[in-house]
């Protein structure tokens, strides 16, 4: 009896480092093949494929009856997607949203969801069935036209790819998410997308930009206008990527006492129109849109935003500028052609890549659906040929059915017939015993002689095979093109607005204001240029830090002690008699700096930043302006310190002091202007750091505070020096604090 094995001989020691890595590549493989990219053949992923041919198998043709979607989903999910129902779902509604899908592919009945962004009803509520489209995207399936699957029980088959006559990929585009890499394939017009498959046909070499002649941009289902130029979208279609801007359509109603307001009759795909409304609500009431007087909704069956001006001189145009910036009314679509090519690999491809690759497919399916019709052909005249060898001997073959007890054998032997051709003899019905029976056969037989003949011929020349295809793609073009309501071009095309940059800023209306800046970092600012602030009020264990005079129109400076520079518009700084709110709101400041200086932009100006080491330079105004939320680097701090300095430039000499209380005179020349950096050695230290920096005009003298009033000193020979000195010890009288302010 062999020896029992122990609990740890079970056991099999791995590396989790290896584990892990092995299983998360199994699930990154399954994401980006099996859920998010689609195929560059038929243009679906599989979750959209499965829901088709699921509704085929329903039989949901468009000439019959809807079913429940929950109906179609059970069955989904049941024999071929084990997901949950309601992403199968959401995707079937998608199918059937025609502001999401340029052509649809699951005609719905019922609420399907809106532009606006409302959701679908229930799935228990809803019904559907297929498109004349989808029908195209599955003609021949069952005629060994593509590859099929187990199920992932193994109790049925599914489809790898459906035959796709008709160019879905790029006439409906898709987008989707996947583990290191993701799609985005905007939608076009099948005509165009026709006419350049016809012309690769013809002109296998030709170029992107030659087919880009044929397919000028995406057509979006939503209408809207596109803006890029010409050059980007080819280098768009080119690379396999890019991005392609669209603006809302819009015209103008004239009204009475020449007034006239603008309607919004088109949106940029994908935008949601009450959140656009919403937003453009929004950055009204945050005064970001000073031309505009008011917004409402008008749609019905069609799409009608109303937009009144502020006044009736304000420019049109001029105002449709102010929302395209600020607002989804122009959005840019970023196009990125990444699919899984006809062996599964995820690839980025240009636009000819993806059109050769449908020629190769179409071409596939063509020699798959001949053979299987020729097998179809081959099986038939067997059996019409055994028929037509009964009728030439139908009283023998009578006689040896009567009088055989296997009659099967005997007449094989006879007349060398097939065990295919003999049984169809034995299952003959008397009834089919008639003269004119024959003849019909012999025409059946002639008819399929004849079509054997031809598509043998077809698949012999690669000539006729491409022929075929074209006029496969001309009947799609005449079916879906823009004979049909459905395939009018639906996206303009319009130039690039040239010498329109409008900058809202210029229509602030100019207000004096007092800025205050809390020690705790919280802005706010109050109408006029308060005189005696007094009795201004901060949060309980906060104190005020900075206070200036400004306009609303003006940029607000704001330095950090990580040596960034932030830029705020005056007139997005809370106002009111409240304590405001904190800056790092407005800006993106890290957790572990604070504000250090607090100032109006001005044209020309120079600034002296310079951190507590004793380093640092003058740097124009011009490049501390930052244009997003999360500043401009300026000043390099080395770890341990940071930066304590932003005096304005504005006199021939520095006064610097130390923490030691060392305080040093020289000349402002003697520091470089710079755009950035770390900067030259201000004032050399033994212990501490830099305490204040004043810059003046050395015949008025340095001035500072004591006891609340300023105290000058002219005579300043011994303490002038050149920048990098130690110091020496101040004037008497000079504050203990080591600041200039006292």
């Known amino acids: 009896m062999p020896p029992k094995q122990t609990r740890e001989e079970h056991i099999n020691v791995v590396s989790f480092r290896t584990t892990l890595e092995e299983k998360y590549l199994a699930y990154a493989l399954s994401t980006i093949t099996s859920r998010s990219l689609p195929d560059v053949r038929d243009g679906l992923k599989p979750v959209h494929r499965r829901l088709l041919y699921a509704m085929l198998q329903l039989k949901l043709d468009p000439k019959s009856g809807y079913k429940k979607c929950a109906r179609v989903v059970g069955d989904v999910i049941g024999k071929y997607h084990p997901h949950g129902d309601v992403a199968v779902y959401e995707a079937m509604v998608r199918l059937a949203q ?121 057509d979006f289902p939503t ?45 940029p795909y994908q935008v949601a129109k009450s959140k656009l409304i919403e937003d453009i609500a929004e950055k009204f009431k945050e005064k970001k849109l000073p031309l505009l007087g008011n917004i409402r909704d008008e749609s019905a069956e069609e799409m009608r935003v109303v937009l009144e001006p502020k006044s009736r001189s304000v420019d049109p145009e001029m105002l449709m500028e102010s929302l395209f ?142 022929i075929k295809i074209s006029e496969e793609i001309k009947d799609i073009k005449l079916r879906f093109g823009a004979k049909n309501p459905m395939g009018k071009r639906r996206t303009e095309f319009a130039d690039a607005p040239v010498g329109k940059v409008i900058d809202i800023e210029a229509f602030v209306e100019k207000e004096p204001i007092t800025i205050f800046c809390s020690k705790m970092g919280w802005l706010r600012a109050v109408r006029g240029h308060a005189a005696d602030t007094s009795d201004t009020k901060y949060k309980e264990g906060d104190e005020g830090r900075f206070q200036l005079h400004g306009q ?45 200086g607090m100032s109006i932009y001005t044209e020309g100006a120079k600034w002296l930043v310079a951190s507590s080491g004793g380093k640092g330079f003058v740097v124009d105004a011009g490049e501390v302006m930052a244009q997003t939320r999360g500043g401009k680097q300026i000043l390099t701090v080395p770890d341990g310190q940071k930066a304590v300095i932003c005096y304005p430039v504005s006199g021939d000499h520095v006064a610097i002091i130390g923490d030691n209380r060392k305080l040093l005179v020289f000349p402002l020349s003697q520091i470089p202007p710079m755009k950035k950096g770390m900067g030259v050695t201000l004032q050399k230290y033994k212990d501490g750091g830099l305490s204040d920096l004043q810059v003046f005009n050395l015949k008025e003298g340095l001035s500072w505070m004591v006891g609340g009033r300023v105290r000058v000193e002219t005579d300043l020979k011994p303490w002038v020096g050149n920048r990098a000195d130690a110091g020496r010890l101040p004037p008497t009288g000079f504050p203990r604090s080591n600041k200039f302010s006292g």
Request: net charge negative; charged share 25%.
């Open 223 to 267: 209408g809207g206008v596109i803006i890029e130029p010409e050059a980007s979208i080819t280098a768009a279609y080119e690379t396999g990527r890019g991005a392609i801007r669209v603006r809302a359509c819009w015209e103008k109603e004239e009204l009475s006492h020449g007034l006239y307001q603008i309607v919004i009759t088109e949106i």
């Open 552 to 596: 609303t129109t003006d940029k607000l400076l704001l330095f950090a002690s990580d040596g960034r520079f932030y830029t705020l518009p005056c007139d997005k700084i809370p106002r009111g008699k409240g304590q405001g709110e904190p800056v790092r709101l407005m800006i993106d400041l890290e957790n572990d700096a604070d504000i250090v």
């Open 98 to 218: 025609t502001f999401a899908v340029r052509y649809t592919l699951v005609e719905g009945q019922g609420n399907f969801g809106s532009i606006d962004g409302d959701n679908a009803a229930a799935m228990r509520y809803t019904e559907a069935r297929l498109t004349e489209v989808a029908m195209t995207l599955l003609d021949g399936i069952d005629e060994d036209t593509v590859a099929f699957r187990p199920t992932y029980d193994g109790e049925d088959a599914e489809p790898m790819v459906l035959p796709s006559a008709f160019p879905n990929l790029l006439a409906n585009g898709s987008e989707g998410i996947a583990v290191g890499m993701a799609t985005s394939i905007p939608p076009h017009n099948v005509g165009e997308i026709c006419d350049a498959l016809n012309y690769l046909i013809g002109h296998p070499d030709c170029t992107v930009a030659r087919l880009v002649k044929h397919i000028p941009g995406p």
């Open 325 to 466: 910036k600020v607002t989804d009314l122009e959005k840019r679509f970023n196009m990125n052609l990444n699919v899984l090519n006809a062996q599964g690999t995820p690839q980025v491809m240009n636009l000819k890549d993806i059109l050769l690759a449908f020629l190769d497919h179409r071409l596939d399916v063509l020699v798959r659906r001949t053979n299987f019709r020729l097998g179809k052909i081959a099986h038939r005249l067997e059996i019409l040929e055994g028929l037509l060898v009964a009728y030439l001997n139908l009283d023998e073959v009578i006689r040896i059915i009567r009088q055989e007890d296997e009659p099967k054998p005997i007449m094989m032997k006879k007349w060398k017939l097939s065990e295919v051709q003999v049984e169809s003899i034995l299952n003959m019905r008397l009834r089919s015993l008639r003269k004119l029976e024959e003849f019909e056969i012999k025409g059946e037989h002639n008819a399929l002689s004849k079509e054997q003949k031809e598509l043998k011929s077809l698949l012999a020349s690669d000539e006729k095979c491409w």
